[in-house]
């Protein structure tokens, strides 16, 4: 009797918290949310598998998810396969010819497929690119130069754009291509970013292995504006790893994104939260 009333209750507060959903159902309706896949949850299976199961959902929900993904340590486990010695400055991985070669093998490769592997199996329709299939990120050379180190220059998102108005879910490998065909690595915000900024996507979310951007006390920071980001920058308070996400952020708000939220991608349902629930989960920058 007492597990028939526990099970009832349960059933009750998941009626309820789909009931409660459904302003933020209307809401998000149609809207294109770009989504920055990388840390912890992409190693592991249980967690790629819960990440894969939400972002069907969110298609099925009429929401335009777009994954955007990273794959440092693959590439490193690679690298050291293959007795290529990979050296790092300011935390982008210098690049040469050889290195090139293997970070597109393995993005464009084996770790796109992962994630394609795993929302089909959760039933979606996902569909694995890079920045170089019909010149969807056109890049030229980073400064400083790192070798074949690139910075989007230009978004040509029509291909995207046909798979929004379907079922496929793009997964898209953060390798761009330069006007002259050359091949460039880039790194994984910073493509999610300008590929946000070139679709006007109405949410990036950034997901990390912190909660979000923390005060000086160090607590998470839900809300935030450009100016209070420059402003705890300049205090010191945002520091180290989180001074690139949040200048991804500050760039794509720039560039006509509505709003981007960095957050915990180790949180169970990390995505559903930030969009369905009242309270949301990480920080969201805003103007």
Not at 150 to 163: A, M
Not at 207 to 219: F, H, I, P, Y
């Amino acid at each position: 009797m007492e597990l028939q009333q526990a099970m009832q209750r349960d059933s009750i507060a998941t009626a309820r918290t789909l009931s409660e959903a459904l302003p933020f159902l209307q809401r998000y309706d149609g809207a294109i949310v770009v989504i920055k896949f990388g840390g912890h949850a992409m190693g592991d299976d249980a967690e790629m598998e819960k990440f894969a199961r939400d972002i069907v959902l969110m298609k099925q929900v009429n929401v335009n998810p777009i994954i955007v993904h990273g794959g440092g340590p693959m590439i490193n486990e690679m690298l050291e396969k293959q007795g290529v010695k990979s050296d790092f400055v300011n935390g982008k991985r210098v690049t040469d010819a050889e290195t090139m070669k293997i970070v597109e093998m393995v993005l464009s490769g084996s770790v796109n497929k992962r994630i394609v592997g795993a929302i089909n199996k959760q039933g979606g329709k996902a569909i694995g690119l890079s920045g170089k299939d019909a010149n969807l990120m056109i890049c030229e050379k980073a400064e400083p130069d790192l070798g074949f180190v690139g910075e989007p220059i230009q978004i040509n998102p029509e291909v995207l754009h046909t798979f929004l108005d379907s079922d496929l879910i793009p997964v898209i490998a953060p390798v761009g291509v330069g006007e002259d065909g050359q091949t460039y690595n880039v790194n994984g915000d910073t493509a999610a970013g300008a590929i946000a900024a070139g679709l006007d996507a109405d949410r990036l979310l950034l997901l990390t292995d912190v909660s979000g951007v923390k005060d000086a006390e160090g607590n998470v920071i839900t809300q935030l504006t450009p100016e209070h980001v420059g402003d705890l920058t300049t205090q010191g308070v945002i520091a180290g790893g989180m001074i690139p996400k949040t200048q991804t952020a500050l760039d794509a708000i720039e560039g006509g994104v509505r709003a981007v939220v960095i957050l915990d991608g180790r949180a169970p349902h990390a995505c559903l939260l930030e969009l369905f629930t009242e309270h949301g989960a990480g920080s969201l920058i805003r103007r």
